[in-house]
């Protein structure tokens, strides 16, 4: 080596390595990028620059994929401890469907690329996939997988499917992975282009340049790659001013990131020379239905199993009650205390819905309940042979009467003897997805939500739904481990509060829970004791409740909301608010709030103020 050269290379190889010291990852994978070419290009053909280029590559590559492992849902991986004891098909059941398209995932000659399952509500589409996931994991076979969730806001938009799908093949192969990761760090901001975009430069160009590197064979590598519930696709959080157009535009935005994404499939993957195996599971709505349709861009690239119209599940629930059954016979020591014909009236008013049959198998099994006693309930709520045929009819005959034995049960206790259980219960169910206001949506721990909005007392929700364990159960979410959510065990039930022509005398709007929150927020402000004429200087110093002093500045921030929104007029309890110095104590208030400079966030007792906040 010339000796004017040393004192270059060693300076670069000094300067590299107190980079390394002094930034962080990202920033040293790019320093290292752009100086790259330059020690390459040295004037010795020594080994030192090789061993750096090696060097600053692998950070490169582990820049990238730490950058992709920040924009991924893990909660949407069929085996996360989010989904932890997921449905699934029983033994001996669904054998015929799972036999069709395990064959088809199996055949890589295929002339389609793409299968779609569609089927109504409660027809068992998750249970199927999970089957196939598993099934396709243990053969070796199973490249990705994405469970959408309408309650889940890590998995409930598009946003995040292409980078969760590339991180789990890259799993699977180094080579992929370093792609991948090289891709990320090249375009860090690839998280927020289009499907179409991110989809060529995580999954296909990665596998097409390692094809022709021979770094890669497409045809040993995994596979099938599932997507769930991509009915459950919500469209992104929007500012809209007008409340009553929330609604819709939420709906055409979900169908457009629906339809989206099903266009990004077949440009960038049926359209290519790669072998995957995509299966897709949905309700029949508008953005599979019309691609699916006669003229629909998936119509003759698709291979479409409609669950409902191609398989009769009554078999399977017949062997999935009998099983089940038995297990309880054994429990309790008692192998008679259910029939046959028992059995076949249920998978009679189950009309193909394997909800039906999995709802009664939770009501009838619950802890300290007799079996017996509960299944003549659920036989006596069953149609009758006969009737006009309505493919939710029982299920509907089942949730109602479920709330109605709670609603009892609930409002005979002497300390609930004034409450409207059904108005409490939905007040917590809109909970769950948030209360739009003023373009956002703000949802509370389930706990706080009892305390602070309702007015009730500590662990009310307990007690609420004591009596709906077959329906609903309460959890925390694995990011805020303090923070209660209400989980429905089936969005068919939520369908059904939500849609009055369903819940019928049981439905209760949103808006006369908004009246309902108006009078306990004028109620709280009411009981507050404070002197206006000498009023402190600080928020923090006023003698409010003992609660987190965001809950009382809540409570004045989505007063005004409640009464514009309310069912009806509130006339008698304004009065009775103005005349108790209502208004007066709000005009000190908002001043202090407002000058705290403090802002209501998800915490321990959490509020949220934004859509993504939204959970289940």
């Given at each position: 080596m010339p000796l004017e050269s040393k004192p270059n290379i060693l300076s670069r190889v000094f300067s590299r390595f107190s980079i390394r010291r002094n930034k962080p990852a990202a920033a040293q994978a790019r320093d290292r990028l752009e100086g790259s070419s330059t020690v390459a290009a040295g004037p010795s053909p020594s080994s030192h620059p090789q061993k750096i280029d090696g060097d600053f590559i692998k950070l490169c590559s582990d820049a990238g994929w730490e950058l992709l492992s920040k924009n991924i849902a893990p909660n949407a991986l069929h085996d996360s401890r989010a989904r932890y004891d997921a449905p699934k098909c029983d033994e001996d059941t669904r054998v015929e469907v799972i036999g069709e398209i395990m064959e088809w995932i199996q055949d890589r000659d295929a002339p389609q690329h793409l299968l779609c399952v569609t089927g109504a509500a409660g027809s068992g589409k998750s249970a199927l996939q999970q089957t196939i996931?598993?099934?396709?994991?243990?053969?070796?076979?199973?490249?990705?997988?994405?469970?959408?969730?309408?309650?889940?806001p890590t998995r409930n938009t598009i946003s995040?499917?292409?980078?969760?799908?590339?991180?789990q093949m890259g799993l699977k192969h180094n080579a992929f992975r370093s792609s991948v990761a090289a891709a990320v760090e090249h375009d860090p901001h690839i998280f927020s282009r289009s499907l179409h975009s991110q989809m060529d430069a995580l999954v296909v160009h990665p596998f097409e340049s390692l094809q022709k590197a021979k770094q890669l064979e497409i045809d040993t590598f995994p596979h099938a790659i599932l997507i769930d519930g991509l009915d459950e696709c919500k469209g992104e959080p929007n500012v809209i001013a007008d409340p009553t157009r929330v609604d819709a535009d939420n709906r055409r935005r979900a169908e457009d990131q629906q339809a989206e994404?099903?266009?990004?499939?077949?440009?960038?993957?049926?359209?290519?020379e790669l072998s995957f195996r995509v299966l897709v599971a949905s309700r029949p709505e508008w953005a599979i239905r019309t691609a699916l349709e006669p003229?629909?861009?998936?119509?003759?690239?698709?291979?479409?199993?409609?669950?409902?119209?191609?398989?009769?599940a009554s078999a399977d629930m017949r062997r999935y009650l009998q099983r089940r059954f038995e297990d309880i016979g054994l429990r309790i020591g008692d192998s008679k205390w259910f029939n046959e014909g028992d059995i076949e009236t249920l998978v009679r008013a189950a009309s193909g819905q394997f909800i039906y049959v999995a709802t009664v198998y939770k009501y009838i099994s619950e802890r300290r309940a007799s079996p017996s006693e509960r299944l003549k309930i659920v036989l006596i709520w069953t149609p009758h042979v006969g009737q006009r045929a309505r493919p939710f009819e029982a299920l509907d005959v089942l949730y109602t009467n479920i709330l109605l034995a709670a609603k009892n049960a609930y409002e005979a206790i002497d300390s609930h003897h004034e409450r409207d259980f059904l108005l409490l219960f939905r007040a917590h169910h809109i909970n769950i997805r948030g209360f739009?206001?003023?373009?956002i949506r703000w949802c509370q721990s389930a706990d706080f939500f009892s305390m602070h909005s309702l007015g009730l007392e500590a662990r009310a929700e307990e007690s609420l739904i004591?009596?709906?364990?077959?329906?609903?159960?309460?959890?925390?979410?694995?990011?805020?481990p303090d923070f209660i959510v209400l989980r429905l065990y089936h969005k068919s039930f939520s369908d059904f509060l939500e849609e009055e022509s369903r819940a019928k005398d049981l439905f209760v709007p949103e808006a006369r829970i908004r009246t309902y929150l108006a009078k306990c927020f004028?109620?709280?402000?009411?009981?507050w004791r404070l002197d206006?004429?000498?009023?402190?200087?600080?928020?923090?110093e006023l003698p409010l409740p003992k609660s987190p002093w965001d809950s009382s500045r809540a409570v004045i921030e989505r007063l005004a909301f409640s009464l514009s929104t309310a069912a009806s007029a509130l006339d008698h309890e304004v009065a009775d608010f103005t005349q108790k110095g209502g208004w007066e104590k709000i005009d000190k208030l908002l001043p202090l709030a407002y000058h705290a400079g403090r802002s209501v966030a998800i915490g321990k007792n959490g509020l949220a103020t934004s859509v993504d906040s939204v959970t289940t």
């Amino acid at each position: 080596m010339p000796l004017e050269s040393k004192p270059n290379i060693l300076s670069r190889v000094f300067s590299r390595f107190s980079i390394r010291r002094n930034k962080p990852a990202a920033a040293q994978a790019r320093d290292r990028l752009e100086g790259s070419s330059t020690v390459a290009a040295g004037p010795s053909p020594s080994s030192h620059p090789q061993k750096i280029d090696g060097d600053f590559i692998k950070l490169c590559s582990d820049a990238g994929w730490e950058l992709l492992s920040k924009n991924i849902a893990p909660n949407a991986l069929h085996d996360s401890r989010a989904r932890y004891d997921a449905p699934k098909c029983d033994e001996d059941t669904r054998v015929e469907v799972i036999g069709e398209i395990m064959e088809w995932i199996q055949d890589r000659d295929a002339p389609q690329h793409l299968l779609c399952v569609t089927g109504a509500a409660g027809s068992g589409k998750s249970a199927l996939q999970q089957t196939i996931a598993e099934h396709c994991s243990k053969s070796g076979i199973l490249s990705a997988t994405f469970f959408f969730s309408s309650a889940d806001p890590t998995r409930n938009t598009i946003s995040l499917i292409v980078p969760t799908i590339a991180y789990q093949m890259g799993l699977k192969h180094n080579a992929f992975r370093s792609s991948v990761a090289a891709a990320v760090e090249h375009d860090p901001h690839i998280f927020s282009r289009s499907l179409h975009s991110q989809m060529d430069a995580l999954v296909v160009h990665p596998f097409e340049s390692l094809q022709k590197a021979k770094q890669l064979e497409i045809d040993t590598f995994p596979h099938a790659i599932l997507i769930d519930g991509l009915d459950e696709c919500k469209g992104e959080p929007n500012v809209i001013a007008d409340p009553t157009r929330v609604d819709a535009d939420n709906r055409r935005r979900a169908e457009d990131q629906q339809a989206e994404l099903l266009a990004a499939i077949k440009h960038c993957i049926l359209n290519t020379e790669l072998s995957f195996r995509v299966l897709v599971a949905s309700r029949p709505e508008w953005a599979i239905r019309t691609a699916l349709e006669p003229g629909g861009h998936l119509l003759k690239v698709a291979y479409h199993i409609q669950l409902s119209d191609q398989y009769d599940a009554s078999a399977d629930m017949r062997r999935y009650l009998q099983r089940r059954f038995e297990d309880i016979g054994l429990r309790i020591g008692d192998s008679k205390w259910f029939n046959e014909g028992d059995i076949e009236t249920l998978v009679r008013a189950a009309s193909g819905q394997f909800i039906y049959v999995a709802t009664v198998y939770k009501y009838i099994s619950e802890r300290r309940a007799s079996p017996s006693e509960r299944l003549k309930i659920v036989l006596i709520w069953t149609p009758h042979v006969g009737q006009r045929a309505r493919p939710f009819e029982a299920l509907d005959v089942l949730y109602t009467n479920i709330l109605l034995a709670a609603k009892n049960a609930y409002e005979a206790i002497d300390s609930h003897h004034e409450r409207d259980f059904l108005l409490l219960f939905r007040a917590h169910h809109i909970n769950i997805r948030g209360f739009q206001l003023y373009g956002i949506r703000w949802c509370q721990s389930a706990d706080f939500f009892s305390m602070h909005s309702l007015g009730l007392e500590a662990r009310a929700e307990e007690s609420l739904i004591s009596d709906l364990r077959s329906l609903v159960v309460l959890g925390t979410r694995l990011d805020i481990p303090d923070f209660i959510v209400l989980r429905l065990y089936h969005k068919s039930f939520s369908d059904f509060l939500e849609e009055e022509s369903r819940a019928k005398d049981l439905f209760v709007p949103e808006a006369r829970i908004r009246t309902y929150l108006a009078k306990c927020f004028m109620q709280r402000i009411i009981e507050w004791r404070l002197d206006i004429d000498s009023m402190p200087d600080r928020w923090e110093e006023l003698p409010l409740p003992k609660s987190p002093w965001d809950s009382s500045r809540a409570v004045i921030e989505r007063l005004a909301f409640s009464l514009s929104t309310a069912a009806s007029a509130l006339d008698h309890e304004v009065a009775d608010f103005t005349q108790k110095g209502g208004w007066e104590k709000i005009d000190k208030l908002l001043p202090l709030a407002y000058h705290a400079g403090r802002s209501v966030a998800i915490g321990k007792n959490g509020l949220a103020t934004s859509v993504d906040s939204v959970t289940t």
